[in-house]
């Protein structure tokens, strides 16, 4: 059985006051929260046993999820009292990823991505390359240096191969990797960057990493305010997923639109939103499950979170129920 890890504990500090409402993967994306996408993903490719860790507001992921019966999927949680990066967390969880001792290979993936991804190539890629120590994602990028380069060369069986990471080289690590139980267990004890502490010295000291370049399909981290409105504008415009958690776009039957107010889509307006008399949403607007507009507001280009309320104009912003902060 091929189990996954979605890594969910970070602070998610970029993000200002929003963060204080919920952890990035719950962002939600077209009214949707960014981890469903992830979940969704697995499921469409069978992959059904998940673990996910969790630390900054935690809470918000389990009582969403649950045990993920409803998504498809069955649900365990690592609980992590102390950040322990991406290696550390993968080695806290390795008695749910592992627990009968088998070391099948499992897929470790960042719960800030939207990745229209094929798992089932890149868990073949790495079952054809013994050996390896993992088989990382990576995508060819022009700034790969803002992301960490990775240097991708092949073997002499034509096999790619990352050569370094955190140096010179053309791609970037999009957050996924396979890998086996056993490799992760050779990491140190305690807060470990899978990266930092593992990749790069077994590398350094000539052990092999497979690379699988992700060369098409969409791809979208949410670390920053923009990338985040921008990824909501995409899927707005139609961007396709092979495996998307739900509707994306258009009005949900029980929103509460008024006779006057005036819809320019694409637009994603939840269910149980309410626009206002002489309201204008969109284009590039979404209005969250029990939202509200008010009269006469505009949103356009913008996010509107669930339970949130827009009011005035709002433009290249996100409105959570707290905070109103800018997307540029």
């Given at each position: ?46 992959i059904t046993?998940?673990v ?29 009292d102390?950040?322990l ?9 390795l008695?749910?990823l ?19 991804l ?12 013994p ?18 380069a ?13 050569r ?16 086996r ?10 807060k470990?960057?899978?990266?930092r ?15 699988f ?9 949410h670390s920053?305010?923009?990338r985040?409105?921008a ?18 776009t ?23 939103a309410?626009?206002g008399?002489?309201a204008?949403v969109?284009?590039d607007a ?26 005035g104009?709002?433009?290249?912003a996100?409105?959570?129920k ?7």
């Amino acid at each position: 059985m091929t189990r996954a890890m979605l890594l969910c504990a970070g602070l998610g500090t970029r993000l200002g006051a929003l963060s204080d409402e919920r952890p990035k993967p719950m962002l939600p994306v077209c009214d949707l929260p960014i981890l469903r996408y992830g979940i969704a993903l697995l499921v469409g490719h069978g992959i059904t046993d998940i673990v996910i860790n969790l630390h900054h507001r935690g809470d918000v992921i389990e009582d969403d999820l649950g045990d993920g019966a409803a998504l498809g999927a069955r649900i365990q949680y690592s609980r992590e009292d102390v950040l322990l990066d991406t290696g550390g967390g993968l080695k806290r969880a390795l008695p749910l990823l592992d627990p009968d001792g088998r070391d099948e290979p499992f897929v470790s993936m960042n719960g800030k991505l939207i990745f229209d991804l094929d798992l089932h190539a890149l868990l073949d890629a790495y079952r054809r390359d013994p050996g390896v120590l993992g088989t990382m994602v990576v995508r060819a990028v022009p700034d790969a240096r803002a992301w960490g380069a990775v240097m991708v060369r092949p073997d002499d069986a034509g096999h790619p191969r990352v050569r370094d990471v955190l140096g010179d080289g053309e791609h970037m690590f999009c957050g996924v990797h396979v890998t086996r139980p056993s490799v992760v267990a050779r990491l140190p004890e305690g807060k470990a960057c899978m990266i930092r502490q593992g990749y790069l010295p077994w590398l350094r000291a000539g052990e092999p990493v497979a690379a699988f370049v992700h060369d098409g399909g969409y791809f979208a981290e949410h670390s920053t305010p923009a990338r985040y409105l921008a990824s909501n504008v995409a899927l707005l415009g139609g961007t396709t997923l092979r495996h998307p958690p739900g509707v994306l776009t258009g009005v949900d039957p029980t929103a509460r639109v008024a006779a006057d107010a005036r819809i320019v889509a694409p637009v994603r307006i939840g269910p149980g939103a309410t626009i206002g008399a002489g309201a204008t949403v969109g284009p590039d607007a979404v209005v969250g499950r029990g939202a509200t507009v008010a009269d006469g507001a505009t949103v356009r280009r913008a996010v509107v979170w669930a339970e949130a309320r827009a009011e005035g104009v709002v433009e290249d912003a996100i409105v959570g129920k707290s905070a109103t902060i800018p997307a540029i």
